[in-house]
């Protein structure tokens, strides 16, 4: 698990806890827009803006403006990927095999598919998913996630992606295909 913490995301859960109505409004005034189109967002954001990359002031803006929407905080080991997962397991919804996909599933993969000028888009509606489904996400994450998505270095991208396909695709350990896999290496030897 990640122990990057995030001066923007404790700023913003203080914001939450003393229910600061105006500054979790002003920073929802960012949802679906660059932020030169959000000033509202400034006066909560500048400090954490000196000095970072275009990509980093994409990142930070994202996910203020997904926090404020979406509060639900949690310390524990929940990426996106976890988060769909986590609702996909709740509703029963797991792929047939074959070529048919979930909805969780096809919001990760337009994610996972996406360039980083139309990645904000679909981490949004995966968010609003989790949301509206009460499954709270570690916002530390996110952002970190958020960052490695829309940096230029495809490195830390992939990284993100191979992490966000394990949290997804990987067997739980009850799951009878990991115990089926267990079985098999068990004869193997």
């Not at 986590?86 to 996909?101: L, V, Y």
């Not at 909805?103 to 337009?110: D, H």
């Not at 000028?117 to 949004?124: F, I, Q």
């Not at 490695?148 to 993100?160: G, Q, S, Y």
Request: aromatic fraction near 6%; hydrophobic fraction near 40%.
């Amino acid at each position: 698990m990640s122990t990057f913490k995030s001066p923007l995301v404790q700023t913003i859960q203080a914001r939450i806890e003393k229910r600061d109505r105006q500054a979790l409004a002003d920073l929802r005034s960012g949802l679906g827009k660059d932020l030169g189109e959000s000033p509202r967002m400034l006066p909560y954001l500048a400090r954490f803006l000196s000095g970072k990359s275009p990509y980093e002031i994409r990142a930070i803006h994202l996910t203020a403006s997904l926090m404020a929407f979406h509060a639900g905080h949690t310390e524990g080991n929940i990426n996106l990927a976890s988060g769909l997962r986590m609702i996909q397991d709740r509703r029963g919804t797991s792929a047939p095999d074959g070529p048919q996909r979930t909805s969780e599933e096809a919001r990760l993969m337009a994610i996972m598919e996406a360039d980083p000028e139309d990645l904000p888009h679909y981490l949004e509606a995966a968010v609003k998913l989790c949301e509206s489904a009460g499954v709270d996400l570690n916002w530390h994450l996110f952002q970190s996630d958020a960052m490695a998505l829309l940096d230029p270095n495809k490195r830390f991208r992939e990284h993100v992606l191979r992490r966000w396909a394990s949290a997804f695709w990987a067997p739980k350990s009850g799951d009878s295909e990991a115990t089926e896999e267990s079985t098999i290496s068990q004869e193997d030897e």
